[in-house]
């Protein structure tokens, strides 16, 4: 023979589950709004480290491609646009864009494309370009493959021109970043580097309740 259980008990069990409820929705709703935070930290932090396996898993690789090919193609076009006006030169020049399209998109649809894209690096159509590679492991405060400086007695300045060029490799300065939803599947990140600066961004979508990848660019220059 059961025991009844008293109201107030009854009352107080019924609050209990109740709370718990609502805590457990909280939660949830507040890891689904900030899941594709967590999916970009993921994603960069892998990307920066050439971590292909976890790359794999935020990344969308057919869909960036096909992606990459039409904004590529598009920002080829508006380039050609602005030149072949009295060009003769123009229809080359639109052929030669073609041909580099197949081997720029795959050079960025790589880790190290995307690590370029979440860095503020993104492909801007000129012939032969590759995303950078990463830097080697440091040794001394000297990247790997350097060897020792020569003594400083037999050691001379740089040349302008030398100095030029390694200005112009030095690594650009991290973009101003602003990133939110547009529309509850779709995650917009905007990269700019300056004021009147071109600016371009990444999307990442829904890949089932929890889950974000990159599965597209928007190269608006």
Same mark, same amino acid.
């Given at each position: ?10 009352? $107080? ?32 932090? @892998?990307?920066?480290? $050439?971590?292909?396996?976890? =790359? %794999? ?6 869909? *960036?491609?096909? +992606? *990459?090919?039409?904004?590529?193609? &598009? ?13 003769? *030169? ?11 399209? &197949? ?5 960025? @649809?790589? /880790?190290?494309? =995307? ?18 590679? /990463? ?25 302008? +021109? ?17 990133? &939110? ?22 999307? *990442? $979508? $829904? ?9 597209? =660019?928007?190269? %608006?220059?």
């Amino acid at each position: 023979m059961s025991v009844p259980v008293p109201a107030r008990n009854r009352r $107080r069990i019924s609050a209990f589950v109740m709370t718990i409820v609502v805590v457990a929705v909280i939660a949830a709703l507040g890891y689904g709004y900030a899941s594709p935070y967590v999916a970009l930290d993921r994603l960069k932090r @892998a990307a920066d480290a $050439r971590d292909a396996e976890t =790359v %794999n898993e935020y990344v969308d690789f057919p869909a *960036l491609r096909d +992606s *990459l090919k039409q904004q590529v193609t &598009g920002l080829l076009a508006r380039r050609l646009d602005v030149q072949h006006n009295g060009n003769p *030169l123009a229809a080359i020049g639109a052929m030669i864009g073609v041909a580099l399209i &197949g081997p720029l998109v795959d050079a960025y @649809a790589t /880790p190290d494309g =995307v690590a370029a894209l979440l860095n503020g690096m993104p492909p801007r159509g000129e012939p032969g370009e590759r995303p950078p590679e /990463p830097a080697g492991p440091t040794v001394n405060g000297a990247t790997s493959g350097q060897t020792d400086a020569p003594p400083a007695a037999t050691a001379t300045a740089p040349a302008p +021109s030398a100095a030029s060029t390694l200005a112009q490799q030095a690594p650009p300065q991290p973009p101003q970043t602003t990133a &939110g939803y547009h529309g509850i599947n779709e995650f917009v990140v905007t990269y700019q580097h300056g004021v009147g600066d071109a600016h371009y961004s990444a999307i *990442l $979508r $829904r890949d089932g309740l929890f889950s974000w990848k990159l599965s597209a =660019v928007d190269l %608006n220059d």
